[in-house]
């Protein structure tokens, strides 16, 4: 029998609920409606809830799932790191390379909180 390790089990989690969990709706309004920034970080951090009570973590690193997903989709601190560490701004780009370029951004941020969380754990 396979186990999961606890990296594994929230990488799985967060792909299930940032991909395949998230509603066109929130994917086109998170950055621009608070409404739809909550309830997609909301029901991103439920899904971690069976993680948290297999792997027995500490609550705590809920509420680091959450209030870190809000930050990064919101999407002004990704905006950010494109343009003072790759030198790209929007407006000067094709725009599927910079959504590309923002979506690559977005999810090196969400992975590396995980990562965060199995170091200390």
């Known amino acids: 029998m396979y186990s999961l390790t606890l990296f594994e089990a ?6 299930l609920m940032d991909w395949i969990f998230q509603w066109r709706w929130e994917g ?9 920034l909550f309830f997609h ?19 705590s690193w809920l509420m680091l799932i959450f209030a870190s997903h809000v930050i990064f989709d919101k999407r002004n601190f990704e905006f950010w790191i494109l343009e003072k560490f790759k030198g790209f701004r929007k ?3 094709d725009g599927s390379l910079f959504t590309i370029s923002l979506i690559g951004v977005d999810q090196v941020l969400h992975i590396a909180i995980l990562a965060l969380i199995v ?3």
Not at 41 to 59: K, Q, R
């Open 10 to 15: 929230l990488f799985i989690t967060h792909v």
């Open 119 to 121: 170091i200390f754990s």
């Open 28 to 36: 086109m309004n998170k950055s621009k409606s608070w409404t739809a």
């Open 41 to 59: 970080c909301t029901v991103y951090t439920i899904g971690f809830l069976p993680v948290l009570l297999i792997y027995d973590f500490h609550f």
């Open 91 to 93: 407006q000067e780009m």
